[in-house]
């Protein structure tokens, strides 16, 4: 029985840098639209790591834009969208970001 992992050993990992934690709370978002509105809304975290976060949100946003985001804890935080989609079970906008704060969200 062959019990090597067919991807090989060069394959990098899946698992991010540090962990991601589910968590439930308010914040605001601000940004522009791809067509360069502006906007300010209010949106949901939903998971976060020392480095990151994926928001539920009402506006399109842009892969590489840069938000700023207001949680009800703490400082306003620049961040970078790496990532936008929809849920497909839910059907609600997310967005991932990269904050670019090295000391991420609990900096003072």
């Known amino acids: 029985m062959n019990t090597k992992d067919p991807r090989g050993e060069t394959s990098p990992s899946q698992r991010p840098r540090s962990p991601r934690v589910p968590v439930e709370f308010a914040l605001e978002v601000e940004g522009s639209t791809p067509a ?21 949100l009402d506006e399109e946003v842009v892969v590489g834009s840069v938000v700023t985001l207001t ?3 703490g400082r306003k935080l620049e961040a970078q969208v790496n990532g936008a989609w929809t849920d497909e079970m839910d059907k609600s906008r997310r967005i991932g970001v990269k904050l670019l704060d090295t000391d991420g969200w609990f900096a003072e």
Do not use: E, N, W
Not at 39 to 49: C, D, L
């Open 71 to 73: 949680p009800p804890f």
């Open 36 to 56: 360069g509105k502006s906007f300010h809304v209010k949106a949901q975290a939903i998971k976060i790591s020392r480095a990151g976060a994926t928001i539920i």
